[in-house]
């Protein structure tokens, strides 16, 4: 590209003038990111850049509705268990045991043979205090990491990238659905979200006007940086890249130039990257399928998101829970398959959560209500593999409001993974310290 | 907050007028803008003709102007209604039936909640008091209710309402009727607070959200606060706000330092008697609309004009339209506009039609911008957090999509409430039936206009910037229109298209 042979040419003088932090604001990150890689390069710096070849990757996924997290751990040996429970209640021999108390729901045969291999680990009980039993409101206490009195406006993740991730590519975030969830939310927004990668472009209606609309674009990046030999100074910048201060339009500019950057990437790795493994035509599968991608195709993110739907299971669980779920097992099996063909797996990681669990006692529908605690999933080969977390007591007497009590703050498993698989510090993420559950 | 004697030195500064002689087409295009959603040039002359004062009034003071809008014929309190359908679900004899039942009421509200949607941004697109409109999506992005949440049309309607109708009024008789207005008692859970089990959800956000901020309040504050408001309840048969003294608590709260046997009126009228008040509300109306944080020297001059005009934002609105302060340079063209600013501005500016309800409500929230459904209590973040690199790229499709006459790109999960949710599918279907108007070349441009290429683009600059794009650009633009062996009206709406597919554009 036209834009980097003219970087490289002016190295030194990069080195030298361009690296001031407020240049962040007006270069496209795409750029910014070539600067700090040419930085670390000409100074011999033990930072670099993570690139698309060899950073870890945490792929979180949503159980959107609140998932039944008893019918999904499922404590097959426990007597109220099946009291509380006697329509929707699973039997022994419905189960895939993982020990003699506990098994999987009987559709996860995906994750059952994950977790024989080691690579999954389920993390029981997970939950926070004072919780909250609204959709809407507990969704939003897990996205943004906060406590259950406090509403905070950004999410973990766009605290992640504004606290470890400035100047990088804005596919450093890779949110694939509609909306951005508010996970994302962040001081410095970062992240791309798009369903079908077609649809994550300028739309032309002719040849013309999408060179113009590149032109109209590209501009600020048009006039021609000072020569090598020209002593080049800060004042010689063109106009449009103001050092200090920034105004609203130069932060547009440089995004502008990411997303043009980024759509070209995205569609090109999204037609050149075939799949390894055979996935469900699920909405969900087809998510893992473009991610599975896209990691193939080496896109330098650090954070991809998906989401599964239909977990709000008031009537008729049973058979709509057996769907989702299998799909989920299904699915994921299908994406470390396909990791493992490329050769990447070793550098993703998985990560389950859900609103809130259900009520322990099922209801009059063959269904179950908003409830409280509930297992995660981790999944990857560096995991570490098996229980994690006590099984909450379902005897009546140590519940609270029907609801199982929380042995783990989902916040320490969010900690766990920030400290030991993005290798970042989460206090200052997480708003305080939590311990860092030891998921990997 | 008293001021120590010596050794603070209160600025008394206060915000100077405009001189008279920087009132001029560039000036008046900024407060059209800013005190509503812009306008074509006409419009902008002709504030600009009224002089400073006039045209500030002409936009404040709108009270003169009516307003034709009539209320959605659903928006009043029908307890028959609401009996009905507790009785109908009571009496359900099948689980089934009662499914069917709430189904049947979760889709009168998506529809109804639509039709709002609808009926708001017609007003804000087409309604004779742009400032009115502009002054109540302010206060909805305050006191950030959602839908979601509430989970009645009727309720946020009426919110909306109250908003207009006290849009420049008293603090203390807004921040009241907020707090008593039925969609905000069941957002913030005050109509479960029991004296027993003071519910501290309203107590607190009061303060830290909508009145005070962080660190202005102990939460000792919040939790005898919460004991106070007890009593403010919601009535569900006549869907009004009820005052229960049964389950109000009677005895003394401290609050702020100071002692008595409070209710809510008292406790809302202690926040607004704080010096820290006037400050909050001041610079968040001031961030509002200058698009950035006052300085301290401004926010003191804004906090110290709000006081002196008795917490009455009317007057206070006038000194701040007028000021120099909001016409600088960093202030002009410097603010990222909000969706709502976009869609608006555009239809206005481009003198087109407003798309369909369905095909706004699908098109703002994947801008980010989802009204009646803020994403928190929190309201949305705003400035450069509207642009991502795809929303970004929505806004230029959009363009096309509202220029050109067609469907923008929207999919059956841009409508659903929840991902995959059956009312995607729905919408889609409804959309086939949806027709887009498209911009008039003939309206927003004059036979000699339309004469070249250089006067196109120079009128459609003016149109949409109220000033000139670079030269690089202007030229980019001259030479896609020379591409063309004719210049039809369909290569000067792609042109139109094109200059809304610039970071120029972005900003107001």
């Not at chain 1, 039997?91 to 108390?101: I, S, W, Y």
């Not at chain 1, 409001?401 to 900690?415: E, L, T």
């Not at chain 2, 500064?13 to 800013?34: C, E, G, I, V, Y």
Request: glycine residues 8%; hydrophobic residues 40%; neutral net charge.
């Amino acid at each position: 590209m036209k834009i980097e042979i003219t970087l490289q040419t002016r190295r030194e003088f990069l080195r030298r003038t361009v690296l001031g932090s407020s240049l962040a604001w007006t270069v496209p990150a795409f750029l910014a990111n070539t600067f700090s890689a040419l930085q670390a390069e000409a100074e011999g710096s033990a930072i670099q850049t993570p690139t698309g070849k060899d950073a870890s990757i945490l792929v979180v996924l949503q159980m959107a509705g609140g998932n039944d997290g008893i019918n999904t751990v499922v404590p097959y040996a426990n007597d109220f268990y099946h009291k509380a429970r006697p329509v929707i209640g699973l039997k022994a021999e419905n189960v895939l045991k993982l020990n003699d108390q506990v098994g999987l729901h009987g559709a996860m045969t995906g994750f059952k043979s994950l977790y024989d291999a080691g690579q999954l680990s389920v993390i029981q009980g997970v939950g926070y205090p004072n919780p909250n039993r609204s959709h809407f409101r507990s969704t939003e206490i897990w996205q943004t990491a906060s406590d259950s009195d406090r509403v905070e406006k950004h999410g973990w993740i766009g605290r992640y990238f504004d606290a470890a991730c400035a100047g990088a590519d804005p596919t450093v975030g890779v949110v694939i659905g509609n909306q951005l969830p508010e996970s994302f939310f962040a001081a410095t927004p970062k992240g791309i979200v798009f369903n079908n990668p077609q649809n994550y472009r300028f739309m032309a209606n002719g040849a013309a006007t999408e060179e113009s609309y590149k032109k109209l674009n590209e501009l600020e990046m048009s006039s021609p940086l000072p020569d090598d030999n020209s002593g080049g100074s800060i004042a010689m910048l063109p106009a449009g890249m103001p050092m200090t201060g920034g105004r609203a339009v130069d932060f547009i500019s440089r995004t502008a130039l990411d997303a043009q950057h980024s759509s070209d990437e995205v569609r090109a790795i999204a037609a050149r990257v075939q799949n390894q493994a055979e996935y469900p035509g699920s909405q969900l599968g087809s998510s893992l399928k473009m991610v599975a991608k896209l990691i193939g195709g080496g896109l330098p993110t650090r954070i991809y998101y998906v989401s599964q739907g239909g977990y709000d299971t008031h009537t008729n669980q049973l058979a709509s829970q057996s769907r989702l779920l299998g799909d989920l097992a299904t699915s994921v099996k299908a994406f470390t398959d396909d990791l493992k063909a490329q050769g990447n797996m070793g550098r993703v990681l998985v990560m389950t959560f859900s609103e809130f669990g259900r009520r322990v006692s099922e209801n009059a529908n063959g269904g179950t209500d908003h409830g409280a605690a509930a297992p995660m999933f981790v999944i990857g080969h560096k995991v570490k593999a098996g229980l994690l977390g006590q099984y909450p007591s379902l005897a009546p007497a140590d519940l609270f409001q029907g609801d199982v009590k929380y042995n783990v703050d989902f916040r320490s498993v969010y900690a766990g993974v920030l400290q030991h698989w993005l290798k970042t510090n989460s206090a200052p993420i997480l708003g305080r310290q939590f311990t860092p559950l030891p998921v990997v | 907050m008293k001021p120590v004697s010596g050794s603070i030195r209160l600025t008394n500064h206060m915000l100077k007028p405009l001189s008279s002689d920087r009132w001029n087409f560039a000036t008046a295009a900024h407060l059209l803008n800013r005190a509503g959603f812009g306008g074509p040039p006409a419009d902008i002359q002709k504030l600009c003709d009224l002089g400073l004062d006039q045209a500030v009034a002409h936009l404040l003071d709108y009270e003169y102007t009516h307003d034709p809008t009539t209320d959605p014929d659903w928006a009043k309190p029908d307890p028959d209604e609401v009996r009905q359908f507790r009785e109908a679900i009571k009496n359900a004899a099948t689980p089934e039936e009662k499914r069917k039942l709430q189904q049947a009421r979760e889709q009168a509200i998506q529809r109804r909640i639509l039709e709002l949607r609808g009926w708001w941004l017609r007003r804000m697109a087409t309604g004779p008091r742009p400032f009115q409109e502009k002054m109540v999506l302010f206060w909805h992005g305050h006191f950030a209710t959602s839908v979601e949440k509430v989970r009645n049309p009727y309720f946020m309607w009426r919110q909306n309402e109250l908003f207009r109708q006290n849009a420049t009024g008293n603090w203390q008789e807004l921040l009241t009727a907020a707090g008593k207005d039925p969609a905000m008692l069941v957002w913030l859970d005050q109509a479960q607070s029991r004296k027993l089990h003071p519910n501290e959800n309203f107590a607190r956000e009061v303060m830290e959200l909508f009145a005070l901020g962080e660190g202005h309040y102990t939460e000792h504050d919040i939790g005898e606060a919460a004991r106070a408001l007890t009593g403010w309840s919601l009535e569900p048969d006549t869907q009004q706000f009820i005052y229960r003294p049964r389950i109000h608590d009677d005895g003394d709260k401290t609050i702020f330092g100071q002692t008595g046997n409070y209710d809510g009126d008292d406790f809302i009228a202690m926040i607004v008697e704080q010096p820290q008040a006037a400050k909050f509300i001041t610079a968040k109306l001031w961030n509002y609309f200058a698009g950035a944080e006052p300085s301290p020297a401004v926010a003191n001059a804004l906090a110290a004009n709000f006081r002196a005009n008795g917490n009455n934002f009317k007057p206070f609105l006038h000194v701040l339209f007028r000021s120099e302060e909001f016409y600088s340079p960093d202030i002009v063209r410097n603010q990222v506009k909000s969706p709502v600013q976009w869609l608006i501005g555009s239809v206005r500016v481009l003198e087109c039609e407003l798309p369909p309800p369905l095909v706004c409500f699908g098109a703002l929230r994947q801008l980010g911008q989802d009204l009646f459904a803020p994403p928190n209590v929190k309201g949305w973040d705003g400035g450069i957090t509207w642009i991502t690199t795809n929303t970004l790229l929505m806004r230029y499709n959009d363009a096309q999509a509202l220029v050109e006459g067609q469907l923008p790109p929207l999919t059956a999960n841009d409508f659903a409430r929840k991902e995959g949710g059956a009312g995607g599918q729905k919408a889609m279907k409804a959309l086939q039936r949806v027709r887009m108007g498209g911009v008039d070349v003939e309206k927003i441009l004059t036979p000699e206009q339309r004469a070249d290429k250089a006067t196109i683009v120079a009128a459609l600059e003016h149109r949409l910037f109220q000033t000139k794009l670079n030269s690089d650009q202007e030229q980019t633009l001259r030479e896609f229109l020379d591409s063309k062996t004719k210049m039809s009206n369909a290569d000067i709406v792609t042109t139109v298209r094109l200059m809304m597919s610039t970071p120029e554009y972005q900003v107001t």
